[in-house]
Each structure stands twice: as structure tokens, then as C-alpha cells.
């Protein structure tokens, strides 16, 4: 017991002497990067038909997830600060931010990430965290993982029908199957104190720009339909900017 | 470190003979986690509060086959939660103590400590297992008692007083003892040993009809069941989400909408799992379908649509994905794979009054 009473002054001495080096300047903190969303600056809002698509559709969004990975930061000199892991986000579970600890303070030129999982990444189960929230993609689809769930219904001459436009990799014929992941590069932004990077993304973009997309075309069985596949990943190149860092 | 070496300092005061309070430990009794899951999804929810112990399982064990905590010691857990039947019941509603029926099926019970989001009930009302154990025994038409009545009744009880003194220590017998022991035991009750378990592990070959079940399963143009009801990487085969799967265009249980208010939540229940479904039948939260064969007509061709369905429904204008006489039984076949006798045997699971 004497011990005990020993080591506890010692302690305080150390939190005390730790103290009087606080006037250090930190040279790195954590950034948070925060998605947003908007439908061509439009709040979302969820389960109500009042979003129009390019193509003159009225629809309405259930539910959107998707997945980020490979966040890197971009130096002036040419240098990346890759971040670790990914981000499923979901709207429904709001679960909208990734956190990177201990980054430089640094004028960062630009951050770029993964849509999805690129092919190091897409590993069929290999992550726990995925499995355990059913973003799992189906073998004879190429499995590894979803790279997004965008839901909900559209008016089609005076009916609700539902459309699934859940994005993965492509088959383009049974058992041969194409890479659909793509890459996101965004402008630069000083990072001098712990702050958060909003990232916005415009829901509208996933269904124009380059191509309209017709939701009686394309609506549901999507995951299969390597024609659909391959325009979401030309239409989603467009999707994200750079919003204000607060 | 530091903890240990703060242990030693503790014992070696005991040996200088200077008496220390030393509380009761129960002995730690942690959950075997089946392969399976280790391998595949996140950790199972232990609350902090109420570690698993050998005693305090026991306990719990007898207490959930024990009709000692309804109002006229006539009903347990078991009389709705029955082993034989993956810890639900062969009725569409259960019959309280006074004869009354309930509006919902009884619920299985295997593997609640994976139900992430801790939301328990077919619409989720009650966070968490100890909560949840709250509801039966107070419910005026299931066990219909007092838990004041009940806690003295166990007090008054020589081998109770006895079994929660060795699973809590001196501590005064109350409800949440009683839903702490009954949650340790639920969530010794795992299941992780169907014919498909054994598949995945390599140690047993399926059928091509249960091959080609589990095809349809995964085809989003045919079953397209996997959104909602697991996969071969998330052995739950359920998202414990709440969706309305199109059973009705109007409701008369309005489900989660009835807990959050929201119009939009109407007619949503949680998914449940897909295991064991060779012993639970009726199905569905009213119980409304007796077989499997009705389960998935339903899915293929007797969709309600309604303003909440979930949009994976996706063929509602065709009430449903149209399945042809051998996929549907292929299906069928599949899901029965995921049926694990050796749960509902379990000796350690069955009544040990």
C-alpha cells in the first residue's frame, strides 16, 4: 500500500510537467471530412416525391449508402498523405463522416478518393464491418461489395414504381466481369487548424450529365444490366465538389 | 500494466493480514462465437453492465422455463419461446395467462446479441435484451404480473435467493436482476450449425436444388432476398432493418410507424432471420402464412403495394417477380439449409426445472 501512495504523486508530477509544454504549436490535428447532399441545391428530404430528373421524371429517395475508400490529401510538392480504411455513408443511419487524425496543417492542393472499392480493395467479405450491414455484392455479379444503394419510387403515368439503381462491379457476359469503380479529384484547401471538409455531393448528377438517364429504361434489375453499370460510372464522375471547410 | 501491477499491490496487503473487502465475482463466462461469425461480422453487443457469467446464465436458464413470474405461476417464457420451435411458438398468436391472444406471432430467439441497433420486438419498441424481458411478464395479456410481486416472491424462494446471491453477489433481488440473468442466458442461444453453415465451413455438400436455391436467393431478377435477409459473407441472414415486404395495401398494424409517428414508417417490421424456419413456422409478424410454400407465393406473386413498400419489392406492378413451380421449390429447399437441428437440441438450452 505504501507503493500506491507513492506512485500517485508521482503521476501528478508528470501531468504537471506535461502541462507546461502545451505551448507548443501543434503541427497536425484531425480533419473530419463530412458528406453532404443536395439535389441541384435542393435540401433532401426523404420519402416524398419532389425531386425531377433530368429527363422530366418526378421521384422520390428511400435510401442512399455508399462507399469512399482510398482518401488521399495532395502536397504542393508533389507528395500525398494517403488516409486509411473507408466510408460507408448512410443517410438513414446518418453516418456522414470519416476522421482522419494527425494531419499536417498544410495548403493541401487537392483530395481525391475511390468511388467504391478499387480492385485491391473489393475483396469478397473481407470486411467485417460491410458483411454485418448486408453491402455484400453477389458472386455471379463479381462479388466483393455494393459501391452504392440509391432507392426510392418514380411517377410513371399516374403510378408509383420503384426503382433500385445500385451501382458494382459490371459482368458483361457470365463469368467475365469489368472493374466500375472510379476515381474522384477535387480542389485544394488550407487545412491550418482542426476544422471539417464538406464534401457535397448533387444526387440530380447521378442521373444526367453526360447521359439522361430514363427511369422507365432504367429502373429496377440494375445490378446485372452492365449497360446501366457502366452509365452510372460515366454520370457519377460528376456528382462530387468541394463545399466550405469549417 | 498498470493494472496488474495495481492487483499485485492488493495482494500483497492481504498477506500483511490486513483485511480488504473483496466483492463476490461470479465466474466470467464469455459467449463461444461460432467460426463463422468471428470470421465474418463485427462483434456481438455485450452490455458493459452485464458481463456473461456461468451463474448468472444458470440463473437466467431457469428463470426463462419458469413460470414463477407470471401473475398465476402458470406461464413462462418457454410456453411462447419453446426450444422445439427455435424459441418461438406453433401458434399465430400465444395465449396469455387469462386466455387473451396477442395480434403478433412469437418471435424466435438465436443469435439477439448480433442484432446490432439493439432494437428488439417485430417493431422495435424495446432497446435492448434486458429491456425487452420487461414487457412479457408485465403485459396484461401474456404473463400478467407485478415485478414488485415477482421480486418478492423469488425473494421468499431459498434456492432463487441462493442462485442470485451466486450470479450478483449481495445485491436485492429486483427486475433488473431477473432481466439481466434471462438476457445472459438469450444470448447463450446461438445458432450457427445448419446444413449451410457446414457448406460454407467445408464440411458438408449441398444439393443442386439447394445450390440453385440459394442462386434464385441471390439473383436480384428472381429472389433478390438478399438485400434484406443476409448472405453467404453475413450469417444473420437478416439486416435487422425494419421494411414493408408488401404484405398489405392498407394496414391494421401500423408496425414501426405505430413507435416513431412517421407515416412513412407505417407497415414496416423488422426483417427477420432466415434460420430455423423449418421449426418456426406460422410466419410473418401476424403469423398470417402457416408455410413456407405461402411465404413465397407471397414474394412472387401476392405483393400489396402500398405507399411505404420497400422499392426491392420490386415487381409489385406484377404483384411480384413471377417465380416459375421449380425455382420456387429450389428456394424452398435453400431455406431450409439454413435450418440447424443441433440448436434446437442443445442440451443447455432445454428446461432444467
Known amino acids: 500500500m505504501k507503493f500506491l501512495k507513492l506512485i500517485v504523486p508521482l503521476f501528478l508530477f508528470v501531468f504537471i510537467s506535461c502541462g507546461d509544454d502545451d505551448t507548443i504549436q501543434p503541427t497536425s490535428g484531425e480533419l473530419s471530412i463530412q458528406f453532404n447532399h443536395n439535389w441541384n441545391r435542393k435540401e433532401i428530404e426523404f420519402n416524398e416525391q419532389n425531386f425531377t430528373n433530368a429527363f422530366g421524371q418526378e421521384l422520390s429517395i428511400t435510401k442512399l449508402r455508399y462507399l469512399i475508400s482510398d482518401i488521399v490529401l495532395h502536397l504542393p510538392d508533389n507528395n500525398s498523405i494517403p488516409i486509411d480504411g473507408y466510408i460507408l455513408v448512410d443517410l438513414n443511419e446518418s453516418n456522414l463522416i470519416a476522421y482522419a487524425p494527425n494531419i499536417p496543417f498544410n495548403n493541401y492542393t487537392g483530395l481525391s478518393f475511390t468511388f467504391g472499392f478499387d480492385e485491391n480493395d473489393n475483396l469478397d467479405g473481407a470486411y467485417p464491418d460491410l458483411n454485418s450491414a ?59 487548424q482542426e476544422s471539417t471538409i464538406n464534401i457535397q455531393m448533387n444526387i440530380a448528377e447521378w442521373f444526367t450529365n453526360p447521359q439522361n438517364w430514363d427511369l422507365e429504361v432504367y429502373d429496377i434489375d440494375l445490378m ?23 | ?58 440463473l437466467g436458464r431457469k428463470l426463462f422455463f419458469d413460470p414463477i413470474l407470471s401473475g398465476d405461476n402458470s406461464q413462462s417464457c418457454a410456453d411462447c419461446h419453446a426450444p422445439e420451435n427455435a424459441f418461438s411458438d406453433a401458434d ?52 400478467h404480473s407485478d415485478w414488485k410481486i415477482n421480486a418478492e416472491k423469488l425473494a421468499n424462494h431459498a434456492e432463487y435467493t441462493e442462485l442470485f446471491y451466486q450470479a450478483f453477489g449481495n445485491v436485492k433481488i429486483d427486475s433488473t436482476l431477473v432481466t439481466k440473468a434471462i438476457a445472459q442466458f438469450q444470448r447463450t442461444l446461438i445458432s450457427a450449425n445448419s446444413r449451410f453453415d457446414q ?17 434464385i436467393f441471390m439473383d436480384e431478377s428472381r429472389g433478390d432476398c438478399f438485400h434484406c435477409h443476409g448472405n453467404a459473407n453475413n450469417p444473420l441472414w437478416t439486416d435487422n432493418i425494419f421494411h414493408n415486404n408488401g404484405l398489405d395495401a392498407t394496414f391494421t398494424d401500423l408496425g414501426l410507424g405505430a413507435k416513431t409517428g412517421d407515416p412513412a414508417d407505417n407497415g414496416k417490421f423488422r426483417s427477420p432471420s432466415l434460420r430455423n424456419l423449418a421449426f418456426t413456422a406460422p410466419f410473418m409478424h401476424d403469423g398470417r402464412f402457416a408455410t413456407l410454400d405461402e411465404v413465397i407465393n407471397h414474394y412472387s406473386e401476392g405483393l400489396q403495394n402500398s405507399s411505404t413498400i420497400d422499392p426491392l419489392m420490386k415487381a409489385v406492378g406484377n404483384g411480384g417477380v413471377q417465380l416459375s413451380e421449380s425455382d420456387k421449390s429450389d428456394l424452398k429447399a435453400f431455406l431450409l439449409s439454413l435450418s440447424d437441428p443441433t440448436f434446437i437440441n442443445n442440451p443447455e438450452f432445454q428446461d432444467p426445472n
Open chain 2, 199 to 215: 457448406h460454407l465451413l467445408g464440411t458438408t455438400t449441398l444439393t443442386p436444388q439447394e445450390l440453385n436455391g440459394f442462386n
Open chain 1, 224 to 246: 446485372m444490366n452492365y449497360d446501366a453499370q457502366k452509365l452510372m460510372n460515366v454520370n457519377g464522375k460528376s456528382v462530387f465538389s468541394l463545399g466550405e471547410i469549417n
Open chain 1, 134 to 192: 448486408s453491402w455484400n455484392w453477389p458472386s455471379m455479379l463479381g462479388g466483393g461489395y455494393h459501391f452504392m444503394q440509391l432507392e426510392g419510387k418514380y411517377e410513371n403515368s399516374g403510378t408509383e414504381n420503384p426503382y433500385a439503381y445500385h451501382m458494382g462491379t459490371a459482368r458483361k457476359n457470365p463469368g467475365e466481369f469489368e472493374q466500375n469503380y472510379f476515381n474522384v479529384a477535387l480542389d485544394g484547401f488550407n487545412f491550418t
Open chain 2, 92 to 143: 399465430r398468436f400465444s395465449e396469455g395467462i387469462n386466455g387473451d391472444l396477442g395480434t403478433r406471432n412469437s418471435m424466435p430467439i438465436f443469435n439477439l446479441a448480433w442484432n446490432y441497433d439493439e432494437n428488439f420486438f417485430w417493431d422495435g419498441r424495446a432497446f435492448s435484451l434486458e429491456n425487452q424481458a420487461l414487457e412479457p411478464v408485465a403485459n396484461p395479456i401474456e404473463m
Open chain 2, 1 to 58: 500494466m498498470l493494472f496488474t501491477s495495481v492487483l499485485l499491490f492488493l495482494w500483497s496487503c492481504d498477506e500483511d493480514g490486513i483485511t480488504t473487502y473483496v466483492p463476490y465475482e461470479p465466474t466470467p463466462f464469455p459467449l463461444e462465437i461460432p467460426k463463422l461469425f468471428s470470421d465474418n461480422i463485427i462483434d456481438p453487443v455485450i452490455p458493459f453492465d452485464n458481463p456473461q457469467t456461468v451463474e448468472g446464465v444458470n
